[in-house]
């Protein structure tokens, strides 16, 4: 199969998948490591027990949401409510979808901000969550644990990539770190004619996973993914703009065991291209023509592996989070999380949903955390545990991006 199906298989798979809702944290000890590394123990694990999933590493890392409760979500409702003042109030509703990755924890602090500071918004708010997963949290957890008092609010039983009905409505559509999880294609570029391949993943009667490359063609949303790449202006990294043909040959000729060449002679290192977030994007064109889009994510993340817009593929052990270098592991064992070129993102959004190319629409734009903050947030009331403002307490490499 491609890589993206993999990795959601991985991820969303219903009966073992790392966010499935299915799953449950191991009560019992597992064995220790033997003569072997750290892939080697998870793959022996993953065949003699259960699995480990978001749940047994919850408490090890935390969202936006989670840190900053519940200034970042105040943040976020007063930039929509200021935008929904000056473009629809008081002739249209104020209506918000959001695509949700986890529990549902951001919309109560924006909907308790709205009630508390603009009453009379709140009286013309609607609230509607879509998963990015219909087999993460059931949306009866949601309602009865993130809106118990919030009448506003509809939780949508449906997986967002099966979207199929209309919203004619302007509207405002939130995806607050959940874009790092949308799953990539991987594609390498072959040194004789310099055409993409495309990545499949295979498996064996043993459960060995490994990797096999094809020419892209098969794949329609690969090829037009690749095919409008071409028509934008933004800098991206590109396995012939950072490294010259040359150098890959040589790359091949004197590394053959390198992690770049290994089992891919004839093959540049690999790509990451994010086809799912091209299909997000396709259907927020087709199905949600009047949106205003509010993404926040990372522009870069540490540890990855091996590759252009590699992911950071990660674990857990002993109570740790622990990088893999390779994504070649049973599914439902590792997270999977890769970074956002926002440049690029900018411009594909435009061509997709505004029919036009970058520099068109002023209003289209990706920014730091920090400014969206120092403009929306309450810098002073806003202390993370140890008495931190949110602006100077999370990493740099957070972007907003707004439409």
């Excluded at 003569?35 to 065949?47: N, T, V």
């Excluded at 408490?59 to 929904?84: D, N, Q």
């Excluded at 071409?230 to 890959?248: C, D, E, G, N, Q």
């Excluded at 947030?377 to 490499?397: C, F, R, T, W, Y």
């Amino acid at each position: 199969m491609l890589l993206r199906d993999f990795i959601d298989d991985s991820l969303y798979n219903p009966s073992y998948g790392f966010y499935s809702k299915s799953t449950h944290s191991p009560e019992t000890e597992l064995e220790e490591m033997e003569q072997e590394d750290h892939l080697q123990y998870i793959s022996r694990l993953a065949k003699s027990h259960g699995h480990a999933n978001y749940r047994t590493i919850h408490h090890l890392r935390y969202t936006l949401t989670e840190l900053f409760k519940p200034w970042y979500g105040y943040a976020i409702a007063k930039y929509m409510v200021s935008e929904y003042k000056l473009n629809l109030y008081p002739h249209k509703d104020l209506i918000i979808y959001e695509i949700v990755g986890g529990n549902g924890q951001l919309m109560p602090h924006i909907l308790d901000y709205i009630e508390r500071y603009e009453p009379s918004v709140y009286k013309r708010t609607q609230y509607n969550m879509i998963e990015l997963s219909d087999r993460i949290v059931s949306p009866s957890f949601i309602k009865a644990k993130a809106a118990p008092r919030h009448e506003c609010v509809q939780v949508l039983d449906k997986d967002f990539f099966d979207w199929d009905t209309l919203v004619a409505e302007q509207c405002f559509f939130l995806g607050m770190e959940v874009i790092n999880r949308f799953a990539h294609d991987v594609i390498r570029y072959n040194l004789s004619e310099s055409k993409p391949h495309q990545g499949l993943i295979c498996v064996d009667e043993k459960r060995n996973y490994t990797e096999i490359f094809e020419p892209v063609g098969k794949d329609d949303v690969i090829s037009r993914y690749l095919s409008l790449r071409k028509k934008a202006r933004a800098k991206y990294v590109h396995p012939f703009t950072s490294r010259s043909l040359l150098w890959h040959k040589i790359q091949n000729y004197l590394n053959p065991s390198s992690s770049f060449v290994s089992n891919y002679v004839n093959y540049t290192y690999p790509e990451f291209i994010p086809t799912k977030l091209f299909q997000f994007f396709e259907i927020l064109n087709a199905y949600f023509p009047g949106h205003r889009l509010v993404l926040t994510d990372y522009a870069s993340l540490p540890n990855t592996i091996d590759g252009i817009n590699a992911p950071l593929v990660q674990t857990v052990y002993k109570g740790l989070m622990v990088p893999c270098s390779t994504y070649l592991l049973p599914p439902g064992w590792y997270d999977v999380l890769f970074p956002t070129n926002f440049e690029l993102l900018r411009e594909m959004y435009l061509m997709v949903c505004r029919g036009s190319k970058a520099g068109n629409e002023k209003r289209v734009k990706a920014i730091n955390y920090d400014d969206f903050l120092e403009r929306y947030g309450d810098i002073e009331k806003s202390k993370v545990k140890k008495g931190v403002p949110m602006k100077l307490a999370h990493q740099s490499n957070v972007k907003v991006f707004l439409t």
